[in-house]
């Protein structure tokens, strides 16, 4: 069984910085990072092979947010900048058992509870 548990959220100004994390337990993963904004399904933000050989980011992140993993650690990051209002949403981790990258909603199989961003204008 894998847990995950993100930290990291808040309120910030637009234009600001935050950085997310991700703390997994259970083993070693694809993960990826997914928000979901009030109204609105949940959108694929940023996602990292196993041993990180693969990444993918969201068109309307790319150049702003950068994802990486500490294997170590059993921690993925996601370093957020330049943001703006419509980044505000509930943030959740995700993994799934695979070698590849992985950049929909229903391929991954665990979920953290997610942690709210807020960027104010």
């Known amino acids: 069984q894998v847990q995950l548990v993100e930290s990291g959220g808040g309120l910030v100004q637009s234009g600001g910085s935050l950085r997310l994390s991700c703390a997994a337990s259970?083993?070693?993963?694809?993960m990826g990072w997914f928000r979901q904004a009030p109204g609105k399904e949940r959108e694929f933000v940023a996602c990292v092979s196993w041993m990180g050989g693969n990444i993918r980011y969201a068109d309307s992140v790319k150049g702003r947010f950068t994802i990486s993993r500490d294997d170590d650690k059993n921690t993925v990051y996601l370093q957020m900048n330049s943001l703006k209002p419509e980044d505000t949403a509930v943030y959740y981790c995700?993994?799934?058992?695979?070698?590849?990258?992985?950049?929909?909603?229903?391929?991954?199989?665990?979920w953290g509870q997610g942690t709210q961003v807020t960027v104010s204008s």
């Open positions: 259970g083993g070693t993963y694809t």
């Open positions: 995700a993994a799934v058992r695979r070698l590849i990258y992985a950049t929909g909603v229903s391929e991954y199989d665990y």
